[in-house]
């Protein structure tokens, strides 16, 4: 069992940054690939990236691709999403999730944070 935390959300103007956390619970944390989601208003829940259990691949959506980076301490079961040059269509409820595998396919990760608000003003 893995439980997920993300922190980090807020209001941020375009163009500037944010970096989000998930701190997870469980002594499994470094078996497991994570992913970053997110979903907006009225909208289906996207991927947005995602790394591996060890820290050497990263999968980005095309959106955003270049701006965004995801990297994991283990040693901490923290995950993190670091949002640069954002964009107002960048503004959803940031998810992340814990599963066996790299995956672009939200049904492939079996553990859910909560989510965090992220809001870009242009």
């Known amino acids: 069992q893995v439980q997920l935390v993300e922190s980090g959300g807020g209001l941020v103007q375009a163009g500037g940054s944010l970096r989000l956390s998930c701190a997870a619970s469980?002594?499994?944390?470094?078996?497991?690939?994570m992913g970053w989601f997110r979903q907006a208003p009225g909208k289906e829940r996207d991927f947005v990236g995602a790394i591996s259990w060890s820290g050497d691949s990263t999968y980005y959506a095309d959106s955003v691709k270049g701006r965004f980076t995801i990297s994991r301490v283990n040693a901490k079961n923290t995950v993190y999403l670091q949002m640069n040059s954002l964009k107002p269509e960048d503004t959803a409820v940031y998810y992340c999730a814990a599963g066996r595998g790299v995956s672009s396919d939200d049904v492939s990760y079996n553990y859910w944070g909560q989510g965090t608000q992220v809001t870009v003003s242009s």
């Open positions: 469980g002594r499994t944390f470094n078996s497991y690939a």
